[in-house]
């Protein structure tokens, strides 16, 4: 424990950023509509925040090598910060869009820079206990901080200043934390023909699962406040669904270490698409069938990333978990740019269940294209198979600090 205890105050930056990140996003979509903002709108948001967030990813290793982890991150947080209050001061669409992109920006960035840290002063001994700590602060910072909303309610400036107020405290940990400024990591080389090419099957995958999970995200909020729940009842909605997603991670994937990751992929899929049916065809207005519905949901739609990344890292050469995952990132990153504003277009002339509706079909063209890869390529030896890793999707980062006691971890089955 000894050997962890310095990185404590970045664990905790993460927890504050992850929070207000997560409650900014369910809070946008809950007080546009209620200042009569459309769907679309609100989906337009999320296409720029996603934009804003390809970007950071591709630009803070310049940021950080120029003036370092420390100020990389307080400049980023200020600008985040202050957004976050231009949000409340100036209600207009536009400016909204402008904000999320900046926003997307710099939470990008923000995670990296935490991300990286980690990397550099956590030993490949504790690699794993850090990991796991990583994703426990990260589930409970996004679902809990949800809750403040009904607390303190979405339309004042109370919610907003709170999140405000988070943004910049994160700083503080940061600053007053007992480790020294690292080196800046290198740039991650970005070869996304090559990455491609090593398997198309896990490039669509997380493009795919970028298109549904960031219009998710974006729109869940949308959803549950036009078939009549309370703010309580959709921040529930919201949290029930990334929860889901959360604790049945290990078990899909120590199924695809053992089968054919496809098959685990496939079935996977199909469990994701007929819940996202079942809560446009079965759940109707009723909020204890919408929570059990999407609580499925989530369960089978965020798994998805992983196990897409896990079949493309069976496919590479040794050595290539960074560069694989760095690209698999900028992949989802493109479909979540296009994902909010095409369902929120599908919701604006169709109603709230066509978010569902615009997820199965995006699904059911997954489906088509594991079929297909099957027929066309042999599955991967159950001895060449890496083990499992749940991703988080905060930044290219975090491929470095996921990576197994060295790049060439062992097969599933060693």
């Not at 994937?253 to 899929?269: F, I, N």
Request: glycine share 10%; charged share 10%.
């Amino acid at each position: 424990m000894s050997s962890i205890r310095p990185l404590i105050p970045l664990l905790l930056a993460a927890g504050i950023l992850l929070g207000g990140n997560g409650l900014q996003s369910t809070l946008i979509a809950l007080r546009g509509a209620q200042e009569g903002f459309s769907a679309s709108v609100i989906g337009l948001m999320g296409t720029f925040y996603f934009a804003g967030f390809l970007l950071g990813c591709l630009a803070i290793t310049r940021i950080m090598k120029a003036v370092g982890h420390i100020r990389a991150f307080a400049a980023l947080a200020a600008i985040a910060s202050v957004g976050t209050l231009l949000l409340v001061l100036v209600l207009n669409p536009v400016m909204w869009c402008a904000v999320r992109f900046a926003g997307g920006f710099c939470f990008a960035g923000l995670f990296t820079i935490v991300e990286s840290w980690l990397n550099s002063g956590v030993s490949n001994r504790d690699r794993a206990r850090v990991l796991a700590i990583y994703r426990m602060v990260d589930i409970g910072s996004v679902t809990g901080a949800q809750f403040l909303i009904p607390i303190f309610g979405a339309g004042g400036f109370a919610i907003f200043a709170i999140m405000s107020m988070m943004i910049t405290f994160s700083v503080v940990p940061v600053s007053l934390g007992d480790r020294s400024n690292p080196t800046p990591p290198e740039d991650v080389k970005l070869d996304l023909a090559r990455v491609w090419r090593i398997s198309p099957l896990g490039c669509f995958g997380c493009i795919a699962v970028g298109v549904t999970n960031s219009a998710f995200r974006t729109l869940s909020p949308v959803y549950a406040e036009q078939i009549g729940m309370s703010v309580a009842d959709v921040v529930t909605f919201v949290s029930v669904g990334i929860f889901g997603g959360a604790i049945i991670q290990y078990p899909l994937g120590y199924l695809s270490d053992r089968w054919d990751r496809r098959r685990v992929l496939l079935m996977t899929t199909c469990c994701a698409m007929l819940s996202a049916l079942a809560l446009v065809f079965i759940a109707g207005s009723n909020p204890a069938l919408n929570f059990v519905l999407v609580f499925v949901f989530g369960c089978f739609a965020m798994p998805l990333y992983s196990l897409s990344a896990a079949h493309s890292n069976d496919r590479a050469d040794t050595g290539e978990f960074v560069l694989i995952n760095a690209a698999l990132m900028l992949f989802y990153s493109f479909g979540a740019i296009g994902g909010p504003f095409a369902a929120s277009a599908v919701m604006q002339y169709f109603g709230p269940s066509a978010l569902f509706v615009f997820s199965a079909v995006v699904y059911a063209i997954f489906i088509a294209v594991i079929l297909f890869r099957m027929q066309a390529r042999s599955g991967v030896p159950a001895g060449r198979r890496r083990r499992f890793t749940a991703l988080l999707r905060t930044s290219t980062a975090f491929a470095r600090l996921a990576r197994r006691n060295s790049d060439s971890d062992g097969p599933a089955g060693s």
